[in-house]
């Protein structure tokens, strides 16, 4: 419950609607899928959109939860909430989009 109204709260803040799914991994976990439909021709909505998203990541860390996967655009900040082996994600995270963005030339 705390998950989903930390969710619910950041989306509604930022003009958006809340849809989730949750789909069960064991008795006793779940994963928590959030949906955050906006208009793209909508840039009012689309900024909203962007920036809740960002909001959430940090928000939810100090909840104690963890972004599993991110759009290139969060994966700094979404491997940079995992402190462990001295932020080794965040290295990875950082060549791994290094690797993603190159041009080839």
Not at 28 to 34: A, G, K, L, P, T
Request: contains cysteine; aromatic residues 8%; neutral net charge.
């Amino acid at each position: 419950m705390r998950l989903r109204d930390l969710l619910r709260g950041t989306l509604e803040r930022y003009g958006l609607d809340y849809s989730a799914a949750l789909i069960a991994t064991t008795a006793r976990s779940y994963i928590n899928v959030v949906l955050v439909v906006f208009d793209t021709e909508n840039e009012q909505q689309s900024r909203a959109a962007f920036e809740a998203c960002k909001a959430l990541v940090p928000e939810a860390r100090k909840a104690g939860y963890g972004e599993h996967r991110a759009h290139l655009d969060f994966m700094d900040l979404c491997a940079e909430q995992y402190d462990f082996n001295d932020h080794a994600a965040a290295g990875s995270a950082r060549r791994s989009r290094t690797c993603s963005t190159r041009t080839g030339s």
